[in-house]
């Protein structure tokens, strides 16, 4: 019974103490760059007197009362570590190709990467037969660029010409056939 009046008595101190929020939500951070916190004050909840008042069991003030403090909670305090940076030179190239005697599909591309610089070329037949070309580069000072070029002559097929044919005529069944029953 005693602990359990010990227990009873401790949740009271930290309910009134603010440490269980009833009213809403208490929430803290921090964070620290380069240099530690300050230390975290100490929270005491306030002092609980209960005892028994000439054999009744009730809690009385100011007679012979136990007091019980609760302990002093010391809030950690964290410290940030500045985030480590790792850098990985970027550097990579690539090329590939496609020669599609079926369809047709002729292209082509390459591409290198050192650091923050990027160089590349493509090219592909188009359409109308010519080859596109294009050069590009990009980098920090420089942004994006790309030069286009075109070779050969593009050849446009003529259109296709309607050709008009003359009517096809269709003789007529004889006596007998399949129309001659539904005008009977």
């Not at 690539?94 to 160089?119: I, L």
């Amino acid at each position: 019974m005693f602990a359990k009046t010990i227990v009873a008595c401790a949740l009271l101190a930290v309910a009134r103490g603010g440490l269980l929020a009833g009213h809403g939500a208490i929430s803290s951070q921090s964070i620290v760059l380069g240099h530690p916190a300050p230390a975290a004050p100490a929270i005491a909840a306030p002092a609980i007197s209960y005892g028994g008042y000439g054999g009744y069991g009730g809690y009385g003030i100011g007679h012979s009362a136990v007091v019980a403090h609760a302990p002093v909670i010391h809030a950690p305090v964290a410290h940030a570590v500045a985030p480590v940076e790792v850098y990985s030179h970027p550097r990579y190239q690539f090329n590939y190709g496609v020669a599609d005697g079926h369809t047709g599909d002729h292209k082509s591309q390459w591409e290198a990467r050192d650091g923050d610089v990027v160089k590349g070329q493509y090219q592909l037949v188009e359409p109308d037969g010519t080859v596109r070309t294009v050069n590009y580069s990009a980098d920090d000072h420089n942004g994006f660029n790309a030069v286009v070029s075109r070779q050969g002559h593009a050849a446009h097929p003529a259109p296709a010409v309607a050709v008009a044919h003359a009517p096809v005529a269709i003789a007529a069944p004889a006596h007998g056939g399949l129309l001659h029953g539904l005008h009977g």
